[in-house]
């Protein structure tokens, strides 16, 4: 098949590359802002062609999905710190990109599967248990911490209209806290294993009661994988995420100064945002419309996350 993977040189897309290149055509489009990609083995694959360029560009995303039979959107603004400053540029990339992937797919005959990557910020600052069924959330105007969650939303509604309008074959998925090898940009997990490998403070938001569940990333490039094939995705939005894997992220600093055996210190730190105070999924339909059941613990998905940045 053509694969064709919008924002895939970041952590998603190059792990999801590794999965797929040996036996497919890849074409990524990506503005190598955060290019984890160039560090991977499978950078020079001879299958693998990668686009600099900009999801906003309606003509290079329509010319690299042109024969495509799987879309995989992954191309956004995020991290709380670059959308909090830069909350126009997050609105229009976020939806005038979803906008292009959609109208390109929709001139696509070839198209099998467009999979649409949103966020588990789309339900607000509490969630536990969240189904993908209930009530979606998100904060004040005056807040630019809840302008990625908006868009984000907002491109689930487009997608689903298109589906709905256009009998286009789309998935949404949700990921909460994806971590693990190849991961660029922000991440709280990331973060601590850097400092705590350099022997420098882990930085804790506020008192670090907050709550998360941590998905490994081999879990997520499953669930990926199925939602290419199981027709009982198509018109769905899937949370993915592992709850039996839930920390505080105070525990989390903990465990991975164990884990790495530093000496390094906790430092708690104010931030200016509101924070989400607990993320914790419902995966039944990942179980049931995707067939992944997330196999990877907590501890043994941040030693292998460990293992990979002190052997890089």
Known sequence: MKVFITGGAGFLGTNLIARLVDEHEIVVLDTLQRNALKYAPWYWHSHLTVVQGDVCDPEVVERCARGADVIFHMAAIAGVSVVVNNPATTLRTNLV???????????????????????????????????????????SVYQPRWYYAVSKLASEFLCHAYHTEYGMPTVGIRPFNVYGPHQVGEGCVKN??????????????????????????????????????????IGRHINVGNPRATTSTLELAH??????????????????????????????????????????????????????WRNR
């Open 97 to 139: 990109g979803t906008m292009n992937v959609l109208e390109a797919a929709r001139k696509n005959p070839a198209l099998k599967r467009l999979i649409d990557f949103s966020t588990s910020e789309v339900y607000g600052p509490n969630v536990f248990r969240a189904r993908e069924d209930g009530m979606t959330t998100v904060g």
């Open 192 to 233: 601590f294993v850097e400092a705590a490998l350099k022997g420098e403070p882990l930085y804790v938001h506020g008192d670090g009661d907050q709550v998360r569940s941590w998905c490994y990333v081999d879990d997520m490039t499953r669930c990926l994988l199925k939602a290419m094939k199981e027709e009982g995705a």
């Open 255 to 308: 465990t991975v100064l164990r884990l790495t055996g530093s000496e390094s210190e906790v430092v708690f730190k104010k931030i200016g945002y509101p924070d989400v105070e607990v993320r914790v999924p419902d995966v039944s339909e990942m179980q049931q419309n995707l067939g992944v059941t997330a196999e990877v613990g907590l501890e043994e998905g941040l030693k292998r996350t460990i293992d990979w």
